[in-house]
């Protein structure tokens, strides 16, 4: 059987949210889907500690009319609905209109040490930690590039962390910069202060890379590399991540056109928020990476947008220029520096589900001719982690993502196979 709504929303972050209750104000029938157990997307990801923030808890009370579709994970599309996997088999979601708030990931850069136990993302430590992860007393690294680190170190330490140090790639010429911009931003710079007044007496060393990670069975020391040369700190976890990268492959399945400007490509839209094609919106991060301010904004608009109220889109405009610029920004000012992609060496794993060393992927045209190869990016990221990271360093850029988007249960790929119009669901077993 196949669900049918007006407006179907993919992703329930700040951007899905939006959306969701914007085209629902019209009255429209609308589904918001997320494969996440809860809404909120990554910003506003349950804290098992914390109550969520005021204006999260605002987003989630205008949700009553829209039907929440939690624990869903697109995989793939079949003419012109979508499959989704839920916790007892998979459906086919059918739209009028079809926004994709699918989000970004973190941007992982691979080094030597970068597999032991212990080494995780930054926002993969944050996200762990919400959930319950225990990090209390725990002795933890952060390092990268972007605010990020700032945030997850704020939830780690909230946390009982100890927190040794925050280390930030970008020089302190770029940071203290972006920091004389904060004074055209007063929300923004309101928002620094917050988070550092969270952090006092964490050291933040500007200039700063972790080289490598040592231990036995899990990480023990890391060795991290400034103006003043190398030194080498104790730690019980690493928490590194180089910024956050568009989540663009359900838009690509769908025949949507990418902007390849950026070193990591994102959804091609126009101003009103339209995909290359019809009937497709695409909102937040999905469009370029821009922090919370552009997921709601553009959420809103999308929402309009896919009911045809292009008037009420138009006139956020402004606003939504207005958040894209501060997005640019944290781009020009966090990016990775040719310091951060020269670290892997090439005994160094790129490819983590399937073991591949960079050293092997040499000799190879494209992504696609490698991974035939050597099985990289053939794991169950789908070449998400390293396929990203090989574009960063310059390698070769990510190849085109296929069916099924995640890791599915066989039940949803007979399924695709056999009828592409029927509910495996509902197929004895
Ligand atoms: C790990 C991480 C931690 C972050 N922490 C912070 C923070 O503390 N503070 C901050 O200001 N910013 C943080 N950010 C930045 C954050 O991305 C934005 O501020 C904001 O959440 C973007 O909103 P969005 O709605 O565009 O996307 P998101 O909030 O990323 O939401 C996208 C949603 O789409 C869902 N989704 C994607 N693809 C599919 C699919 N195929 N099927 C079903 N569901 C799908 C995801 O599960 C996710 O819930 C973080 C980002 C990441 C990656």
Redesign the pocket.
Known sequence: MTERYDVLV???????LAAAHTAAAHGARVGL????PRVG????RHDVRKPAPRAARAAFETLRQVTLLAQ???VASEDGALR?ETPQGSALLAYGALIL??????LLLPFPGWTLPGVT?A??L??LTKQGWPVAGKRVVVAGSGP?LL??AA?LRAHGARLVGIHEQASADSVHAFARQLLHWPTRAAQALSLRARLLGVPYRLGSVVRHAHGEEAVRTVEIEDAHGTHVVDCDLLAVGYG?VP?VE?AQLLGCALDHTATHPQVQVDELLRTSVPAIFA????CGIG??AV?RIE?AIAGHMAVGNAAEARALLPERERARRFGALLAMHFAPGQRVRALATPQTLICRCEDVPLGALDGYADAREAKLATRCGMGACQGRICGTALAELGRFPRSAGRPP??PARLATLAGLALSPSDDVSRSPT
């Open positions: 993919v992703g329930a972050g700040p951007a899905g889907l997320d494969a996440q997307g990554q910003v506003w869903r994970s697109v989704v708030a699918t989000g970004a990931r973190e993302g926002g993969g944050q996200a990020l945030a997850a939830t956050l989540n359900l909102a937040g991060e999905a922090g919370l997921a959420g988007l995640f």
